[in-house]
């Protein structure tokens, strides 16, 4: 672990450097062509910085940020777009809104964003944001302690565990990196999730409820510049299915690319199609209520729900899970996490031992 921790530590200091050069020198080149030339070592330094970690966690987390979000936030700066546009005064948060995975608050809020918030306040009003934490962190415990006796489970309920880890894992670091970014920063950043196990639908779940901050960038590379072509080919009304098709299809190619740095393997393409049949999904969905439903007819809220957790589970068992399983990413997963949990546990009462030892000496003075 030592080396591991050596090597992250020289991935983020070129990380820093790659993204200070960013700031002082392209950001002085006009947009366009000549900023992408001078960004291009930048995206290939990005892409081949995570090679250099190998645990599960470390290496994930760090594809994630530099080879998507970073990349994709760089390339929007190339023209002038973006959340690094124009650059940020202080080259602190420069770097920052480049490779955390965090998202400015900004004052026009969607108001489609607003109708969305609504069922939430309804569905838990008794439960504040602090309690729902405090309830996934337990959660998140009890879904540890169950897969140390996964040899009495049965393999779905295992995958389903390790992708209910995934979720928990995947909320909490966005959280406490927005947290600390604001906390040190002074910036005013939105929520990464709006509680998606209460999405009544696919466009709910995928644009207002899960990962707000990627669902953002991918709305910038992808939706947006297909949308604008599409316009000028078919009718308005429905250039935004392919736009739609499109955005999945990328996000799938990206979680297979992110597969690939932890295996080390070409990609199956399994989660790209996992992606494009849910693309495909909510374009009929979108569809259907223009031409069907009108937006005046609707299940029961509870009723969407379960059957969207439904499809969700599902199609996650048949194409998302597999790769997982097929080259033991879960296994490996599950056993660092356990691995760093006893070591806090260990470190923790060897510290009470420490504080217990040193309370008895003052006393007996």
Not at 101 to 114: D, E, F, G, M, V
Not at 228 to 254: E, H, Q
Not at 305 to 314: E, H, K, T
């Amino acid at each position: 672990m030592d080396g591991e921790f050596k090597n992250l530590l020289q991935v983020w200091i070129l990380t820093t450097t790659c993204l200070t050069y960013c700031y002082y020198i392209p950001s002085k080149i006009p947009s366009g062509t000549s900023r992408l030339l001078s960004l291009l070592p930048i995206f290939y330094l990005l892409t081949i910085l995570p090679l250099k970690l190998h645990t599960i966690h470390l290496c994930v987390f760090t594809a994630f940020l530099l080879v998507w979000l970073t990349n994709f936030k760089l390339l929007l700066f190339a023209f002038d777009q973006g959340p690094l546009s124009p650059p940020p005064s202080k080259l602190s948060h420069f770097i920052s809104i480049a490779c955390l995975p965090i998202k400015l608050k900004t004052n026009n809020t969607n108001p489609s964003r607003k109708k969305m918030q609504k069922p939430l306040q309804k569905s838990f009003p008794i439960f504040s944001r602090s309690t729902l934490l405090a309830i996934k962190v337990v959660l998140f415990v009890v879904l540890l302690h169950a897969y140390k006796y996964k040899q009495y489970l049965h393999q779905k309920l295992i995958i389903i565990i390790c992708m209910l880890y995934i979720y928990l894992l995947l909320e909490t670091v966005l959280a406490v990196c927005s947290a600390l970014a604001q906390a040190i920063l002074g910036l005013e950043l939105e929520r990464q999730f709006n509680e998606p196990y209460l999405s009544t639908s696919l466009q709910d779940f995928w644009g207002r409820r899960w990962n707000l901050m990627v669902t953002s960038v991918l709305h910038s590379t992808v939706y947006d510049p297909v949308r604008r072509i599409s316009t000028r080919l078919i009718d308005d009304k429905w250039a935004a299915l392919p736009a739609v098709l499109a955005t999945f299809a990328v996000s799938g190619v990206m979680h297979d690319i992110i597969y690939c740095y932890l295996t080390r393997a070409p990609p199956t393409w399994e989660m790209t199609s996992f992606f494009i049949l849910h693309g495909t999904c909510l374009t009929m969905e979108l569809a259907a209520k223009r031409e069907l439903t009108d937006g005046r007819w609707r299940l029961h809220p509870a009723v969407s729900c379960l059957l969207l957790l439904v499809f969700l589970l599902m199609s996650g068992l048949w194409l998302f899970s597999p790769p997982l399983l097929r080259g033991g990413v879960n296994e490996k997963m599950m056993r660092e996490v356990l691995t760093f949990a006893n070591l806090i546990k260990n470190e923790g009462i060897a510290l009470m031992k420490i504080l217990h030892e040193k309370t008895i000496f003052v006393f007996s003075i």
